[in-house]
């Protein structure tokens, strides 16, 4: 594992964005997998300035690693894919030919239509502060899991999870998500993963530590061969 200590959020962007892009430029496709949520915005942020409208950036493929569905006709995409299209995918411009999207119909294809498309080069992700990474709650997958659908009882509280997902609506509220796996997840050549703030110290410190249990599946990431974490100092406080 290759541990980056930055300063602050702003600076652990600047190092992630940077990261992306060197990955990025490359004459060959490279297939990229993002992360939704509030951690990664200051990566887009950066990011989209760089890759708008830029051709020899056409050579990008981008692919989500969970989905939780909308209930609801008029709700064509479900909450990452919404996320990443309002973050990234529409200010960036990136052609829809280029979006490789993982949805409930098709999850059971995803590591087959990857690996046929030629594997993920990279993959961003946060990390929660109960160990979580992609949909990978304590409890939902185990280490030799590919992507899976996971029930809306398959913890005592993710019912409350998915509520809070959409929103609190609940005739909103899907039974299921979707989620790359960790086997999946360890099948991608390079892994990138940031985490900032005091709430993240102790996550932090566990994976430092290096103990790999599936009570705390990100731990799992510790024995991939390129495995970089890109923290700020609050973030680090515990090491």
Same mark, same amino acid.
Do not use: C, W
């Given at each position: 594992m290759k541990l980056i200590i930055v300063k602050d959020y702003q600076e652990m962007s600047q190092v992630a964005s940077e990261i992306l892009l060197g990955e990025m430029h490359d004459q060959h496709r490279k297939n990229i997998s %993002?992360?939704?949520? $509030? &951690? +990664?915005?200051?990566?887009?942020?950066?990011?989209v300035p760089r890759v708008k409208d830029k051709p020899y950036f056409q050579n990008v493929?981008?692919?989500?690693f969970d989905e939780i569905d909308v209930n609801g006709a008029e709700k064509r995409f479900g909450v990452t894919m919404s996320n990443l299209k309002k973050m990234y995918f529409d200010?960036?411009?990136?052609?829809?030919?280029?979006?490789?999207?993982?949805?409930?119909?098709?999850?059971?294809?995803?590591?087959?239509?990857?690996?046929?498309?030629?594997?993920?080069?990279?993959?961003?992700?946060?990390?929660?502060?109960d160990g979580h990474f992609c949909g990978n709650l304590p409890g939902t997958t185990k280490f030799g899991d590919l992507t899976s659908? %996971?029930?809306?009882? $398959? &913890? +005592?509280?993710?019912?409350d999870i998915l509520l809070h997902e959409?929103?609190?609506v609940a005739e909103l509220c899907p039974e299921f998500y979707v989620t790359m796996g960790p086997k999946s997840i360890?099948?991608?050549?390079?892994?990138?993963?940031?985490?900032?703030?005091?709430?993240?110290?102790?996550?932090?410190?566990?994976?430092?530590?290096?103990?790999?249990?599936?009570?705390?599946?990100?731990?799992?990431?510790?024995?991939?061969?390129?495995?970089?974490?890109?923290?700020?100092?609050?973030?680090?406080?515990?090491?």
């Open positions: %993002i992360t939704a949520g $509030a &951690t +990664p915005q200051g990566i887009y942020e950066i990011l493929h981008y692919y989500n200010p960036a411009h990136i052609k829809q030919e280029n979006i490789h999207a993982l949805t409930s119909s098709n999850y059971q294809t995803q590591d087959a239509r990857i690996q046929a498309d030629g594997g993920l080069d990279l993959i961003l992700m946060g990390v929660g502060a659908r %996971i029930n809306d009882d $398959a &913890t +005592p509280n993710m019912k959409v929103g609190g360890m099948q991608v050549k390079k892994l990138l993963m940031v985490a900032n703030g005091e709430k993240k110290a102790s996550i932090v410190k566990a994976l430092v530590d290096g103990v790999v249990t599936e009570e705390l599946p990100a731990t799992l990431l510790t024995t991939h061969p390129d495995f970089t974490l890109v923290i700020d100092q609050e973030a680090a406080s515990l090491l």
